[in-house]
């Protein structure tokens, strides 16, 4: 029932740009604190971006000023944008909901910055 779809990732060249959007069923979206996580090949997830219910902001340092995470409540997503976009920041992007007993996950989008 509770379902989060990723979508928006792709190929792109470094210095460039992408939009991921999380589009949230199944839950009281707009309560929830979301986030964004990524994994790269053979690495841990890590995180890389939350939003409170209040709009409160938190990012990876090796993110901060080059993206942005924001939620729209009444479409019941949250998204990120990516710009200036480093071959490090290539992973598999996860959509989170964290919820008081327990994280939901999206099914992951591939962003790929080439090198």
């Known amino acids: 029932q509770v379902q989060l779809v990723e979508s928006g990732g792709g190929l792109v060249q470094p210095g460039g740009s992408l939009r991921l959007s999380c589009a949230a069923s199944g839950i009281f979206f707009s309560i929830y604190t979301m986030g964004w996580y990524r994994q790269a090949p053979e690495k841990q997830r890590e995180l890389v971006a939350t939003i409170t219910r209040g709009n409160n902001t938190n990012y990876a340092d090796s993110v901060k000023g080059r993206f942005t995470i924001s939620r729209d409540n009444a479409k019941n997503t949250v998204y990120l944008q990516m710009n200036s976009l480093k071959p490090e920041d290539t992973a598999v992007y996860y959509c989170?909901?964290?919820?008081?007993?327990?994280?939901?996950w999206g099914q992951g989008t591939q962003v790929t910055v080439s090198s």
């Open positions: 989170n909901a964290h919820l008081p007993t327990k994280n939901y």
